[in-house]
């Protein structure tokens, strides 16, 4: 009986972690550029698919017995690609997120503040606001977050949060149930990728407001 094997999906007509090669074919057959590769186990496919990926390693697939661009290393970020942060002024409180070019920090997008949000809800709408940005522009470029709980979010399109719906966070409630929405309705190529804070310094988006988080 053959062992099972887990592929990771980074670059695809859907990204994530597959449990047969049929599921990883499907969302990547046909598509240009698609980077996927198997690994032995679950829980190396989950750690390589949130570590990102460095252009340098180039790897051979045999499944598909072609040159693939594995994700893999970390020793550099994508400078064409956008990077989002949120600030939060108290949990739950005021909150904002923006949008920047990576390479020069120029802001391409930013909202808020909000009242009764937190950080990792605004770091969760900065991704999806980003993936919409960019599936309306046809780019392909990535998006990066330094919250795990925000990848984590817009990979189950589900909001998992302690904020209670009343009368005071009905408008925050809304901005995450519209976010869902397109999450649900749309797809897109884009790789939405952790930043490496230890490596490359704070993420080039960041408020400077770490007291308030």
Excluded at 58 to 84: M, P, R, W
Excluded at 143 to 157: F, G
Aim: hydrophobic residues 35%.
């Amino acid at each position: 009986m053959a062992k099972q094997k887990y592929y990771v999906v980074w670059s695809g007509k859907k990204t994530g972690v597959y449990k047969t090669w049929e599921d990883c074919k499907e969302q990547v057959h046909g598509v240009k550029n698609a980077k996927f590769k198997s690994f032995p186990n679950e829980q190396e496919a989950k750690a390589a698919f949130e570590n990102g990926y460095s252009k340098k390693s180039l790897i051979t697939d045999a499944n598909k017995n072609t040159k693939q661009l594995i994700l893999f290393g970390n020793d550099e970020y994508i400078e064409e690609s956008i990077s989002v942060d949120a600030a939060c002024s108290g949990n739950p409180g005021d909150m904002e997120y923006k949008g920047v070019y990576t390479k020069n920090g120029n802001v391409i997008f930013k909202f808020g503040p909000v009242a009764n949000g937190t950080n990792n809800i605004g770091e969760f709408l900065a991704v999806v606001h980003a993936l919409a940005l960019l599936n309306q522009k046809d780019s392909s470029l990535p998006v990066y977050t330094d919250s795990l709980t925000a990848i984590s979010w817009v990979r189950k399109k589900k909001v998992n949060t302690q904020i209670s719906r009343n009368h005071k966070t009905e408008n925050i409630w809304h901005l995450i149930e519209r976010a869902e929405k397109w999450l649900h309705q749309n797809t897109y190529s884009n790789q939405v990728l952790k930043w490496q804070t230890e490596r490359w310094g704070e993420i080039k988006a960041d408020f400077g407001r770490k007291n308030l988080r």
